[in-house]
């Protein structure tokens, strides 16, 4: 059974920082390309960072320069480096493969950015 377990998530001023974390269980990391995703109230959920099973990562445009997306396949965790946090970045933040599985979503991580 793939379990993503996604942490890290909290409450910050504009400006701050966060890192969220994904534990996996019941899949490999490295076998698969796996993104972050993101989801606000009222919209759709959306893809904010990948990382192929190479590593070259791509982000929303939005995020570019801000987040960075990186995984540690010895401890099978796929991780999300998020500086210079916006209010627009407010959501719940999930990690799936990518492209995403329905089977696999977790609770995802409530991040708030306060301005």
């Known amino acids: 059974q793939v379990q993503l377990m996604e942490s890290g998530g909290g409450l910050v001023q504009a400006g701050g920082s966060l890192r969220l974390s994904c534990k996996a269980s019941?899949?490999?990391?490295?076998?698969?390309?796996m993104g972050w995703y993101r989801q606000a109230p009222g919209l759709e959920r959306e893809l904010v960072a990948t990382?192929?099973?190479?590593?070259?990562?791509d982000y929303l445009n939005s995020v570019k320069g801000r987040f960075t997306i990186s995984r540690d396949n010895a401890k099978n965790t796929v991780y999300l480096q998020m500086n210079s946090l916006k209010p627009e970045d407010t959501a719940v933040y999930y990690c799936?493969?990518?492209?995403?599985?329905?089977?696999?979503w977790g609770q995802g991580t409530q991040v708030t950015v306060s301005s």
């Open positions: 990382i192929t099973r190479g590593g070259s990562s």
């Open positions: 799936n493969i990518n492209p995403s599985y329905d089977p696999y």
């Open positions: 019941g899949i490999s990391i490295s076998s698969r390309p």
